[in-house]
């Protein structure tokens, strides 16, 4: 099974700063889908940015991109000039290729807890 | 991205009792899925609900605990019975239009269980 892993419970940034997330998975695929969402206290679920496995280039979101080590199996979220806004929960999450049968669902990694300091 | 509605928000329930959680989403969706959240945890996927058919369950949940409706393109109910204290999560349903789209998700059911 896949597994995604975070190793940083918890970030602490200063406002206006950069601070990059870490997140590993493991997988035997090599076609997947890569995933970060974004969750604040109001408990809603929002996507920040994905990555397919078969592009090379990292994917960039205004203040968010991406470094996609596929060899390494490392896919970290780099968030600059960090805003109040940004403080929530942030989640790395894995979609392998569609297998049919209709399973399709995504696996998340325990989390990081980001705190923006003002 | 599609408007998806849950509801209850949330709910405290006895335990022993069923709850029947509805997702609403505003286009058709091609697939709908049900995860759990655990206090403090992370996001799992409970199964893949598929229109007309019986959903899909992942590794440790069962029919019989959590039954899936989904008889239509835009919308889909999960039942959690028989609550225990164990069953106090927030139950989150998303979407997606195909496998090479990202899903996106309700605002989640908290559900408590005395």
């Known amino acids: 099974a896949q597994t995604v892993t975070q190793s940083q419970p918890e970030m602490s940034v200063q406002e206006a700063e950069t601070v990059t997330l870490s997140c590993t998975y493991d997988t035997s695929e090599s076609d997947y889908y890569l995933f970060w969402y974004k969750q604040p206290p109001s408990r809603q679920m929002i996507l920040v940015i994905r990555?397919?496995?078969?592009?090379?280039q990292n994917a960039t979101e205004n203040r968010f991109s991406v470094n996609f080590q596929k060899a390494a199996k490392s896919f970290s979220l780099k968030i600059s000039d960090s805003q109040l806004g940004d403080a929530a929960m942030y989640f790395c999450a894995y979609r392998g290729p569609y297998s049919g049968g209709g399973a399709d669902g995504l696996t998340f990694g325990k989390g990081t807890h980001l705190i923006i300091q003002p | 991205s599609a408007v998806i509605s849950q509801k209850p928000s949330r709910d405290i329930c006895q335990r022993g009792t069923s709850l029947t959680i509805q997702c609403q989403v505003d286009s058709q969706v091609t697939m709908m899925f049900w995860y759990r959240q655990q206090p403090g945890q992370s996001l799992t996927l409970i199964a893949t609900a598929n229109q007309g058919s019986e959903a899909t369950y992942e590794s440790g949940f069962v029919i019989d605990k959590f039954p899936i409706s989904r008889p239509n393109l835009t919308f889909s109910t999960l039942t959690v019975s028989n609550m225990s204290p164990e069953d106090s999560s927030i139950y989150l349903c998303s979407v997606g239009q195909g496998h090479n789209q990202p899903q996106h998700f309700g605002d989640g059911t908290r559900l408590s269980i005395l």
């Open positions: 990555q397919e496995a078969y592009k090379q």
